[in-house]
């Protein structure tokens, strides 16, 4: 997945990028690689977070395009897909295995 032209990003792809670190319990650089954000701009996200400044971040960033919102929110919605996709193949190769075992 490419990154955002320029490090824009909107508010709500940082406060829900934040979260997979802080709720989800990825680590930063795993976070990052899912949504291809570089770590150290996914740990300034973590920080400002944690001292309740995350809404100031980017304040000084002029507003994306609505082409530039579409594509950042399809980029979002791939990344989750693909985060389901990697948790199916993971269940559906641990439920092979055991049916393997079973038919013994």
Excluded at 11 to 32: I, N, Q, Y
Excluded at 63 to 76: H, K, Q, V, Y
Aim: glycine share 8%; aromatic share 6%.
């Amino acid at each position: 997945m490419e990154r955002i032209p320029n490090g824009r990003y909107t508010k709500e792809f940082r406060v829900e990028s934040v979260k997979l670190v802080t709720e989800g319990g990825l680590s930063v650089p795993e976070a990052g690689r899912r949504l291809s954000l570089p770590p150290s701009t996914l740990n300034t996200w973590v920080k400002a977070y944690k001292a309740g400044k995350l809404g100031d971040v980017g304040k000084n960033q002029k507003p994306l395009s609505e082409l530039e919102l579409d594509l950042a929110r399809t980029m979002r919605e791939l990344a989750e897909v693909k985060m389901e996709r990697e948790i199916l193949k993971k269940a559906a190769a641990y439920f092979a295995k055991e049916s393997g075992r079973g038919a013994r």
